[in-house]
């Protein structure tokens, strides 16, 4: 079970590499294409398209009208068995009532945009301004000094805050400003890695990026989470003199295996002890 785009890290699926596992296995695939579908690929057609994949490699393929299409409800795509199969024992088909005739009428004109059948080209043209948008905020944000996770055409887009007590802050000051923003927390991402979420529109223009930028980056400075900033990075600091001997912990529970080992003046010794690697973690 894979996801087109993951909602919380904004990171594409590998699904050529995905697919050539299920082969060698001899597995079963579901593909969620909740974010990707209306997103991803050159008509919007979700990350088979955007990695050029035949959706018959793909066994059920699920997405939502809610997002991209700005309607209701969702889809399941599989074999005429499964789809049976849910028909007949999901309680989802059986006791729900159908999508409204104007929510159906609504989404049959957006995926008719999409494939151009309308004749516009409009559906193309909003597929490439989408990327346009998400290239752009993604270079701006990462140009600022914020760290922000996934593809770089992912128009899924998290701006890690990290701290419990930097969430409120930074959600309230942008509405403050004027700008409505997605932050997330414990139990949606784990305890230390909260973030906000932004998603790029194809409606957006340059001067409404621009705009949310600037917002972004005063609060941003107020939070005190530009991790990725040489200008905000504490200085590294040098170790004294008297560090003297290195040594290499074989048992160490830290990633970073050097110690080091100090004697002090009075004879004393101090326990060896090693930094640990936080990877993408930098502090102020």
């Known amino acids: 079970v894979v996801e087109g785009i993951y909602s919380m890290e904004g990171e594409i699926c590998d699904l050529p590499e995905i697919i050539r596992v299920k082969k060698k296995y001899g597995v079963s695939l579901f593909l969620d294409e909740a974010h990707s579908i209306g997103a991803m690929g050159g008509t919007g057609r979700g990350v088979c398209e955007y990695w050029g994949v035949g959706t018959k490699d793909v066994d059920i393929m699920m997405g939502t009208f809610t997002k991209s299409f700005g309607a209701v409800g969702g889809y399941i795509a599989a074999s005429k068995d499964v789809i049976d199969l849910i028909r007949y024992t999901s309680p989802g088909s059986l006791y729900a009532t159908t999508m409204s005739p104007p929510c159906i009428m609504h989404i049959m004109w957006v995926l008719s945009e999409l ?31 914020l760290q922000i996770y996934g593809e770089p055409e992912s128009p899924v887009i998290p701006i890690m805050i ?14 403050a400003r004027g700008l409505a923003v997605v932050v997330v927390g414990f139990p949606a991402t784990p305890l230390i890695l909260s973030r906000a979420r ?29 991790y990725d900033s040489p200008k905000w990075r504490a200085p590294v600091l040098k170790a004294p003199k008297k560090f003297e001997e290195k040594v290499h912990a074989t048992d160490s529970i830290f990633s970073g295996e050097e110690m080091v080992e100090h004697s002090t003046e009075n004879g004393h010794t101090v326990l060896p002890r090693a930094a640990p690697d936080f990877g993408r973690f930098s502090f102020i």
């Open 198 to 226: 932004i998603c790029a529109s194809a409606a957006h223009t340059t001067e409404d990026l621009d705009k949310a930028l600037e917002i972004i980056k005063d609060v941003a400075k107020l939070s005190m989470i530009f």
């Open 162 to 175: 990290y701290g419990v007590g930097q969430i409120a802050t930074f959600s309230r000051e942008c509405l």
């Open 115 to 145: 494939k151009g059948e309308d004749g516009t080209g409009k559906g193309k043209q909003r597929i490439k301004q989408l990327k346009e948008n998400t290239i752009y905020l993604r270079k701006k944000l990462a140009e600022m000094g």
